[in-house]
């Protein structure tokens, strides 16, 4: 079993950028389809951004294309989450997860699912 510990999250304006760290440990995160998830008061948890180990496919929810981007640094054994531009609507607790599957539609990825690691979270809120 893989264990997950989020960091980075906080406050922040909108427009401001934050950075998620998600650190694994007894297992090497780059042999995972790994993914963040976010879950806000009232209401489901939302796939944000997930990465194939295999071939590198990465999907993106349409809320934050072109704003977040995912990335892993193998050497730290590390999952990152680049969040540009943020907005109050991306307020959440954002989870970190391995395992993840990827949904394909007709042309390409459309979304994931969640797996079978997680890490505790780290609270989002943007707010002016």
């Known amino acids: 079993q893989v264990q997950l510990v989020e960091s980075g999250g906080g406050l922040v304006e909108p427009g401001g950028s934050l950075r998620l760290s998600c650190a694994g440990s007894?297992?090497?995160?780059?042999?995972?389809?790994v993914g963040w998830f976010r879950q806000a008061p009232g209401k489901e948890r939302e796939g944000v951004s997930c990465?194939?180990?295999?071939?590198?496919?990465?999907y993106y929810a349409d809320s934050v294309k072109g704003r977040f981007t995912i990335s892993r640094d193998n050497a730290k054994n590390a999952v990152y989450l680049h969040m540009n531009n943020l907005k109050p609507e991306d307020t959440a607790v954002y989870h970190c997860?391995?395992?993840?599957?990827?949904?394909?539609?007709?042309?390409?990825?459309?979304?994931?699912?969640?797996?079978?690691?997680w890490g505790q979270g780290t609270q989002v809120t943007v707010s002016s």
């Open positions: 007894r297992f090497s995160l780059e042999n995972y389809a």
């Open positions: 990465n194939s180990n295999t071939d590198g496919t990465t």
């Open positions: 997860a391995t395992d993840i599957s990827l949904v394909y539609g007709d042309y390409g990825v459309i979304g994931c699912l969640g797996g079978d690691d």
